[in-house]
């Protein structure tokens, strides 16, 4: 290692910052393996400990770290003690880190605390557990929230392999975005050692503390849950080791060894989260009957468009979600064919209209290819990179048709393979390989353009146009042929396309004949209860205060708070409900709700 040639910087040199939600500076020494050591302290809600951040060269000179909240206690180099500088704080960046590094240095230990307010990480007490009796402890890294558990290069481009040791209370499992490396009894807590081998981008550090059990699937899945939980979670997931192979045969090898997935506390504010090994799932899925179970195939196609080849900064997020919903609905193709395939892309189509419409004021946030200089990315959060995205994939595939675009697809993963990537670098590699490409599907109107473009893929079938008919002639006290034997997605077909106000009298009607109050399918809850809400059917309020009281998955909570501003007594019932549940949010979520009752 030290026989690397000593590579310069000079605090004077102008930066290169490539990313501008971060302080990492390309000209700079970069980072390729942390040694993470940490101690979990429930009773003052922070982790305490030092990573060692290991260089991919001999350097010295400086080095600038992200961090938010962080104490930094001391900043070594082989024993000694160095230079260290914590910059003014920026409300989104947080503080810059400056080390100076003497010549030779080929690794930095950083001796540091959280703080109790970190943003990426989230305290639970045992009574906001579905067990009910031990703390829980999770962790949300994106968009750009490893900063508040570590001091890093908190940018994409900058991906490392890590190890790590975590010690916890005895009665305490921790889990990671790592393989499990053996564990051990020390004193009063628990050690668990974790090893990553692939190198990751920043915001796929994942860490969750709490009384958890496993259940294995297959050799290589098994899923995590409270003692609860886990047999409902490993019933409902059963079917995983299918979508993972189904996978591999459309994308090639899966490049991570695992695929385990852990199902956290109602607060996890995301559907999922594709921390590579470890998938963290909202307990929202567990409906009882499968019928959400295919949102692990969005989270498992991100191990190739997202983890393998990530996007390199929050600007190109569509090259995370709009790859992965296309390959999503792929898999749903082939597990279920074309039909479910279509009524995915509705489902999809309607989450992005109402996008469009949230940013309608700013429609610099509906351009895939974004410009979030001074904009928090948790703020341009939408469908939009999603939804918007995936039509622009679907739009390159039927121009090339769908052999000649896998062959290209093959291509783009054994190019960018382990690196994270611009819009550019997309576009000169898709001009390289298929010369004239973008120009026939304009591609500047896509990525550079607000909106969809007019001529966007439009997916159709029968039965789409059938629900949709079905809702479009919906009348108080008449009950839709054959609802009894609809399918889940079928049914938010029809509730998506029915009028977002309906009499109270057609409320109750609506909600006897279909049995929507009593939905364990939150899709089809949530769908139902924002017409419901929204309309002023004060029957359903008791349902949504324990929704929102327990729920704290963002899909749910901005609709469902939009929904009851919509009549004098719901913004009642809202403002109330905010008030006694705001603070057994997660930080992302009441942001989002606080945004919603403000404006009432």
């Not at 109330?576 to 979520?589: D, G, K, V």
Request: hydrophobic share 40%; aromatic share 10%; net charge negative.
């Amino acid at each position: 290692m030290t026989s690397s040639p000593i590579r310069e910087h000079n605090a004077d040199m102008s930066s290169h910052r490539l990313d501008p939600h971060s302080y990492f500076d390309a000209l700079q020494p970069r980072t390729r393996h942390w040694d993470l050591s940490w101690n979990v302290d429930f009773q003052r809600k922070v982790i305490q400990g030092e990573v060692t951040l290991y260089l991919v060269e001999a350097s010295r000179g400086s080095l600038d770290l992200d961090t938010k909240g962080l104490s930094i206690q001391a900043c070594t180099v082989a024993g000694q003690g160095i230079p260290f500088q914590l910059g003014e704080d920026d409300p989104i960046l947080g503080r810059r880190l400056r080390l100076e590094l003497p010549s030779g240095t080929v690794a930095i230990t950083i001796a540091y605390e959280t703080s109790p307010e970190a943003i990426g990480l989230q305290w639970l007490a045992p009574e906001q557990t579905a067990g009910g009796r031990q703390p829980f402890l999770f962790s949300q890294c994106q968009a750009i929230h490893a900063r508040t558990l570590v001091p890093c290069q908190d940018c994409a481009v900058a991906r490392v392999s890590y190890d790590a040791r975590v010690t916890v209370p005895a009665a305490l499992t921790a889990v990671m975005s790592a393989g499990p490396a053996g564990e051990s009894l020390e004193g009063e807590g628990r050690t668990f050692r974790f090893h990553m081998p692939q190198p990751i981008p920043s915001y796929l550090l994942a860490l969750a503390v709490g009384e958890l059990e496993g259940r294995d699937i297959s050799p290589r899945v098994r899923v995590w849950a409270e003692p609860v939980t886990v047999d409902k979670a490993a019933w409902e997931f059963a079917g995983t080791e299918a979508f993972v192979a189904k996978a591999e045969a459309l994308f090639g090898p899966y490049d991570w060894d695992r695929y385990d997935m852990l199902v956290l506390p109602p607060s996890f504010p995301y559907g999922g989260m594709e921390n590579p090994r470890m998938t963290f799932l909202t307990p929202t899925l567990l409906a009882g009957d499968r019928s959400l179970v295919d949102v692990v195939a969005h989270e498992l196609a991100h191990s190739w468009t997202g983890n393998l080849i990530t996007n390199a900064t929050a600007e190109h997020f569509w090259l995370n979600e709009g790859f992965t919903v296309w390959a999503e609905r792929r898999i749903l193709r082939v597990l279920h064919g074309a039909e479910a395939e279509s009524l995915g892309w509705a489902l999809g189509q309607r989450a992005l209209e109402e996008s469009l419409e949230r940013f309608h004021d700013q429609p610099e946030l509906t351009l895939l290819r974004t410009h979030l200089a001074g904009v928090d990315p948790d703020d341009a959060f939408s469908s939009i990179p999603y939804e918007k995205g995936a039509r622009f994939v679907a739009a390159l595939e039927r121009d090339l048709g769908e052999e000649t675009f896998a062959a290209f697809l093959a291509a783009y993963m054994r190019r960018f393979r382990f690196q994270s990537i611009t819009t550019e670098q997309f576009c000169d590699f898709v001009e390289e390989q298929h010369p004239g490409l973008l120009a026939r599907v304009g591609a500047e109107a896509w990525l550079h353009q607000p909106g969809l473009p007019a001529d966007a893929p439009v997916f159709r079938s029968a039965r789409l146009e059938e629900l949709t008919a079905l809702a479009g002639g919906w009348s108080v006290g008449q009950r839709p042929a054959g609802a009894e034997a609809w399918s889940a997605t079928e049914l938010l077909i029809y509730l998506q396309h029915l009028p977002r106000e309906i009499s109270l009298e057609g409320c109750e009607r609506l909600d006897a004949q279909l049995g929507l109050s009593q939905r364990g399918n939150y899709e089809i809850l949530v769908e139902w209860l924002c017409i419901a809400a929204g309309s002023g059917y004060a029957a359903v309020f008791p349902k949504v205060r324990e929704l929102l009281s327990s729920v704290g998955r963002m899909k749910y909570v901005r609709p469902l708070y939009q929904a009851l501003g919509r009549t004098a007594a719901g913004k009642d019932l809202g403002r109330e409900i905010f008030a006694q549940t705001s603070p057994r949010y997660h930080s992302l979520t009441r942001r989002v709700a606080q945004g919603i009752v403000e404006k009432y």
